[in-house]
C-alpha cells in the first residue's frame, strides 16, 4: 500500500512531447495562402512552442508542489488531477484566421494567451481558490488576466475559474516570460463541461433535442452547484484545509 503522504496529483499530457522535426514537417506541409514560412520563421515557431511548453511544465510542477504541501500540513489533495496541453498547429492557425490576424510568429506572441494549457481538477470549490491563489501569490508569477465563471457562471451553466498566467522560461537567452491559461474546476464542474462540450459539437440531433438537452443540462448546472456548497460544508467541518473564496487578482 503506498503511504498517502508521497501520493501526488495524477497528470494528464493531452499531447506527445514536442518534436522539432515534427512541426517543422507539419508547418511546410500546410497550404497558406496568406502567409509565407520560410526556413527562418519555421525555426522560430518551433522555438516558441519550446517555450510555450517549458512554461507548461513550470506552471504543473508549481501546481504539484503545492499539492504536495497541502498534504503535508492538512492531510489533503486539493488537486485530484491535472491536464496539461499544447495547442496543435492547426488550431493556432485557425484561430489567427478567425480573428482576421496574420498567420506569424509576432501575431501568436502578441494575441494568443491560450497556446500552453492546463486544466486542474480540484476536489473542492475551496480547493480551487486556495490552490489559485497560492500560485498566483509567488514572487515570480504574473496574473495577466482572471474570469472567474464560478461566481459569475455563463448563461448555458458553465463553471470554472480561469486564470492566465506569465511564468518566466529561462533560456540562454535569458528570462523569457510565457503566458500559459490555467483552468480550476471541481470534479463536478469538469463532468458538467465535459457532456455539455460533447452536447455542443453532437450535430446530428435536431434542434428541439439539442435545445432540450441543453436546458437540462441548465438544471443539472444549478444542481450540481447546490450539491457541491452542500458537501463543501461538510468537508469544512471535518478537515482543517484553509477556506478561501477570494477570487486572484491580476498583477499590479
Avoid at 481538477?121 to 504574473?142: E, G, K, P
Amino acid at each position: 500500500m503506498v503511504p498517502a503522504a508521497i501520493i501526488v496529483a495524477v497528470i494528464l499530457d493531452r499531447h506527445s512531447r514536442l518534436s522539432s522535426a515534427d512541426l517543422k514537417a507539419r508547418l511546410k506541409g500546410l497550404n497558406l495562402s496568406d502567409s509565407i514560412f520560410t526556413a527562418d520563421q519555421i525555426t522560430e515557431f518551433v522555438d516558441l512552442m519550446q517555450v510555450y511548453e517549458g512554461a507548461m511544465y513550470e506552471i504543473s510542477t508549481k501546481l504539484e508542489i503545492l499539492d504536495n504541501e497541502f498534504q503535508v500540513r492538512f492531510a489533503h489533495d486539493p488537486i485530484h488531477h491535472m491536464e496539461r496541453r499544447l495547442k496543435s498547429v492547426n488550431s493556432i492557425i485557425g484561430k489567427l484566421e478567425r480573428k482576421g490576424l496574420p498567420i506569424a510568429v509576432e501575431s501568436i506572441k502578441d494575441n494568443l494567451f491560450d497556446v500552453a494549457g492546463i486544466r486542474v481538477i480540484c476536489n473542492y470549490r475551496d480547493d480551487v481558490y486556495s490552490v489559485s491563489n497560492y500560485l498566483s501569490a509567488q514572487s515570480d508569477i504574473q496574473v495577466l488576466r482572471v474570469k472567474d465563471y464560478i461566481k459569475r457562471p455563463k448563461q448555458n451553466g458553465y463553471r470554472s475559474l480561469h486564470v492566465i498566467y506569465a511564468v518566466p522560461v529561462f533560456l540562454s537567452s535569458g528570462a523569457h516570460y510565457t503566458p500559459v491559461e490555467v483552468q480550476f474546476r471541481t470534479i463536478a464542474m469538469d463532468y458538467w463541461a465535459s457532456l455539455e462540450h460533447a452536447l455542443r459539437y453532437k450535430t446530428d440531433l435536431p434542434d428541439a433535442r439539442l435545445s432540450e438537452h441543453s436546458q437540462t443540462l441548465l438544471d443539472c448546472a444549478r444542481s450540481l452547484q447546490n450539491i457541491e456548497v452542500q458537501m463543501q460544508n461538510i468537508h469544512r467541518d471535518i478537515n482543517g484545509a484553509p477556506v478561501v473564496e477570494q477570487t486572484p487578482k491580476t498583477t499590479d
